[in-house]
């Protein structure tokens, strides 16, 4: 039904999809992270450089 080489390419799908979803998890595990501890810092008082007002210098 799959051919000659399904018992090679199933298993290589299926690894690949594997990965990929673990990637995906892993990332967005990050990502939470991230989020947390800049929102621990912002509410230590560190501030980030992307957020400066108006009136501060723009560097150029």
């Known amino acids: 039904m ?3 080489h399904a018992a090679f390419i199933i298993p290589a799908y299926a690894v690949s999809i594997l990965v990929i979803l673990l990637l995906i ?8 992270n991230r989020q947390k501890e800049l929102l621990i810092l912002e509410q230590s008082g ?3 450089r992307a957020a400066k007002t108006q009136g501060e210098n723009s560097g150029k």
């Open 46 to 48: 560190v501030k980030r």
């Open 25 to 32: 998890i892993w990332l967005r595990i990050q990502y939470s």
């Open 2 to 4: 799959f051919g000659d």
